[in-house]
């Protein structure tokens, strides 16, 4: 605001040279913004997360990359934040945090993970309690393997093999 002030005021005491500033006037005002932008899209553009069925892994960094794993048995809160700006465009932040958590640089560390620029943060925060509440029932050791793959020979087996073969 005050460059365009002062270009208006050079303007009125000397039209030529407030000519001759115009475009690097116009590059200072708008190069600050221009940036601005390439920084957001690279912040978000090397942001991933990953949610198996025991764990979050979350990684961000282009130079420093910042990655955080924490499982699901031991998460303790989960919340939603939005604040006014996040509002306004519709996004939120959902935080993931377990016993001891501690927060540098608003990622990770210790035992909190930050999602940030969710717009459905009601579903991943219901999906990620879903994981909590599977990972804490099942206890140690009590994982099972519910894949229904056969393990003995039935009755119908050799007779589908028979026309295997005689087709061949």
Known sequence: ?????????LYLTNEQLALWLLVPALFLSIAPDIITYVAIHVRFDTMWYVMADRSLRCRRGIWIILEHTITFENVQN?????????????????????AGSTEV????????????????PDEIRRLIMTRVQS?????????????????AWRDEHPSVLREIRDEI
């Open 78 to 98: 989960v919340s939603v934040r939005r604040g006014p700006v996040q509002y306004l465009f519709g996004i939120s932040t959902v935080v993931v945090e377990t």
């Open 135 to 151: 990972s804490k029932s099942a206890g140690l050791g009590d994982e099972q393997i519910t894949s229904p793959g056969p393990t």
């Open 105 to 120: 640089e608003g990622h990770a560390t210790g035992n909190r993970v930050t999602i940030e620029g969710i717009d459905n």
């Open 1 to 9: 605001m005050a460059l365009l002030v002062g270009w208006l005021a």
